[in-house]
């Protein structure tokens, strides 16, 4: 599968190796921003780089890695801290993670704060590239200001009949909230085998979801997370 056109917001340029070794790891640059003082950055920070993972081919190489094999709790968290951990260390960034928490960094206000992401029509993040697949592994923190390029648009703005409004089979993640009652209960059942096996068929609907390429296998991994 080919790759989703890149963003204008891509246009990022790296210091160092540094987009080698995100390469190389199958992450990205989700969005960056220059964090202000109630941003909760680490003391001296210019810019914070989200990652996410770079699709295709994320899961494929993320799967096959030891945390994957060794039989623990939370491999994909596990990995995620060992990956970045090691980009932050050799590039000389603080690595921050949405897990890990009390205190929880706030990944969803920089999210927004990156002009990548926004509230989508069923409250979800709704990301220029991953569409409501996206998820962030981690984040690093670098004591550069780099140039930032422009933002794009929110895929919502032009997005014919927002399908995601609609894609839930029992109502359960519409415009109007969450219902995370009637979603768990769904996927106890055997109508819910698509959205544990495939994910979420809300996320699915998205049309830049669909372009994004994530697996369904990793979708699964998700879902059963998620549902327990």
């Known amino acids: 599968m080919a790759r989703a056109p890149s963003s204008a917001a891509d246009g ?5 190796d540094l987009a080698g070794r995100l390469a190389a790891a199958c992450l990205e640059v989700f969005g960056a921003f220059h964090p202000e003082p109630d941003d909760d950055a680490p003391e001296g920070t210019g810019t ?8 295709p081919g994320f899961w494929p190489h993320a799967s ?7 039989g623990r709790a939370d491999p994909m968290d596990r ?10 260390v050799a590039t000389g960034a ?14 969803i206000r920089w999210a927004e ?10 409250q979800l993040l709704v990301h220029d590239r991953a569409g409501l697949m996206v998820s962030y592994r981690g984040a ?20 014919q009949g927002q399908p995601c409004a609609t894609a839930c089979p029992v109502g359960a993640l519409t415009p109007a909230g969450y219902d995370l009652e009637a979603c768990h209960r769904f996927l106890d ?22 372009r994004y390429g994530r697996l369904p296998g990793q979708s699964g991994f998700h879902m059963r997370a998620f549902h327990g």
């Open 12 to 16: 990022l340029a790296l210091p160092g």
């Open 48 to 55: 914070i780089l989200l990652l996410g993972p770079r699709e």
């Open 64 to 70: 096959t890695e030891p945390e994957f094999a060794d």
């Open 79 to 88: 990995w995620s801290t060992r990956v970045i951990g090691d980009i932050a």
């Open 94 to 107: 603080t690595a921050l993670f949405p897990f890990g928490g009390p205190p929880w960094r706030p990944f």
């Open 113 to 122: 704060r990156s002009g990548r992401a926004w509230p989508s029509p069923v």
């Open 140 to 159: 690093l923190a670098l004591r550069q200001r780099l140039p930032l390029p422009p933002t794009p648009q929110r895929p919502c703005n032009t997005c």
């Open 189 to 210: 059942g055997p109508d819910g085998r698509d959205c544990m096996d495939n994910g979420c068929a809300v996320r699915r609907a998205c049309p830049v979801s669909a």
